[in-house]
């Protein structure tokens, strides 16, 4: 197991990368049946009409990847508890994308008034396999400095 990363751990411009992790056309409409039930995510056929031109991931589907593969490659002491996030998706995520998490670390900020913590703000983009970025991702995180 990996050591646990604390405040103290973190500077500006700490890069991180993830593993990856492919995605099929049943995962996309498994997870959008479930959470994001509109036709784009769910029917192939009926996607090929629509905005997207054909079948897409829910873009919370993207997020909730995301989020697997940073909780994956930050082992945050105390664990990853977001404070705040922006986030777009500058194009589709298709069936047969492997996604990929490039993260940098642009701000590092410790509590005036809590001395055990601090804010560190991550941004995040996840790329396809040809190197697209599919998700853009700035989060603040709440990260614990390293137990006495």
């Known amino acids: 197991m990996t050591e646990p990363l604390y405040l103290e751990d973190i500077q500006v411009g700490r ?7 492919e995605l099929d056309a049943e995962q996309i409409k498994r997870f959008a049946s479930e959470f994001d039930p509109q036709f784009f995510h769910t029917d192939e056929e009926a996607a090929k009409d629509s905005f997207f031109k054909g079948l897409a991931a829910s873009g919370w589907h993207v997020a909730a990847v995301t ?9 945050a002491g105390g664990g990853m508890i977001g404070a705040s996030v922006e ?3 500058p194009q589709p995520t298709r069936p047969g994308d492997v996604l990929q998490v490039f993260s940098e670390v642009t701000e590092v900020r410790p509590s005036r008034s809590k001395p055990d913590r601090g804010i560190v703000t991550l941004r995040s983009e996840t790329r396809n396999q040809k190197g697209e970025v599919l998700q853009v991702l700035t989060t603040k995180q709440l990260m614990f400095r390293r137990p006495a």
């Open 15 to 21: 890069t991180f990368v993830s593993a990856k992790h």
């Open 67 to 75: 989020m697997r593969l940073v909780v994956d490659m930050i082992p």
């Open 87 to 89: 986030i777009t998706w």
